[in-house]
């Protein structure tokens, strides 16, 4: 049985929101920037830009249609997932359980912009050259994070578990 602890869940809790706070407060930046100049688009470095886009896909604009039932349609899927995510947590410990409330904090700033807006506003243009990468927010960098922590956790932290029973 899972022993509460409210010391835990209030430290676990505090993570979360300051993922999702950092997330909304340049969303936010991003808004009044566009508001007050009816578009964003501002050249940081040779390699990095601000610019505007509104995305109705999933994760780096994939799977984007102007069609309401299927924009709702992965919208509840993201919304499954992101509960399915907090009861991992739930049942997680450790270096893994960062990473997936990483993933949460993230989730949770990107579906409130999709109920909110119908859309997500994506604005950091990262790229070499010519070469764009998607245009992104700051909810997927701790997305993209915490699925790159796991994945390493599964490969490293396994391994040497499994190396024990040999």
Same mark, same amino acid.
């Given at each position: 049985?899972?022993?509460?602890?409210?010391?835990?869940?209030?430290?676990?809790?505090?993570?979360?929101?300051?993922?999702?706070?950092?997330?909304?407060?340049? *969303?936010?930046?991003?808004?009044?920037?566009?508001?007050?100049?009816?578009?964003? $688009?501002?050249?940081?470095?040779?390699?990095?830009?601000?610019?505007?886009?509104?995305?109705?896909?999933?994760?780096?604009?994939?799977?984007?249609?102007? $069609?309401?039932?299927?924009?709702?349609?992965?919208?509840?899927?993201?919304?499954?997932?992101?509960?399915?995510?907090?009861?991992m947590i739930i *049942?997680?410990?450790?270096? *893994?359980?960062?990473?997936?409330?990483?993933?949460?904090?993230?989730?949770?700033?990107?579906?409130f912009d999709r109920?909110?807006?119908?859309?997500?506003? $994506?604005?950091?243009?990262?790229?070499?050259?010519?070469?764009?990468?998607?245009?992104?927010?700051?909810?997927?960098?701790?997305?993209?994070?915490?699925?790159?922590?796991?994945?390493y956790a599964e490969?490293?932290?396994?391994?040497?578990?499994?190396? *024990?029973?040999?």
């Amino acid at each position: 049985m899972l022993k509460i602890n409210l010391k835990n869940i209030l430290l676990n809790s505090l993570f979360v929101l300051t993922i999702f706070l950092a997330d909304r407060i340049t *969303k936010i930046y991003i808004l009044q920037l566009a508001e007050l100049e009816n578009t964003v $688009d501002v050249y940081l470095t040779s390699y990095l830009n601000l610019y505007l886009i509104w995305n109705k896909g999933i994760a780096f604009g994939l799977f984007s249609f102007d $069609d309401n039932i299927v924009y709702n349609f992965i919208s509840l899927i993201i919304i499954v997932i992101t509960i399915i995510i907090l009861f991992m947590i739930i *049942k997680t410990e450790g270096f *893994k359980k960062y990473c997936l409330m990483s993933i949460l904090g993230g989730s949770i700033g990107n579906v409130f912009d999709r109920i909110y807006f119908s859309a997500v506003p $994506d604005f950091i243009d990262f790229h070499v050259n010519s070469y764009h990468w998607f245009v992104f927010n700051v909810a997927d960098i701790f997305i993209t994070l915490g699925v790159i922590c796991l994945i390493y956790a599964e490969i490293f932290f396994n391994k040497r578990e499994n190396e *024990k029973f040999i």
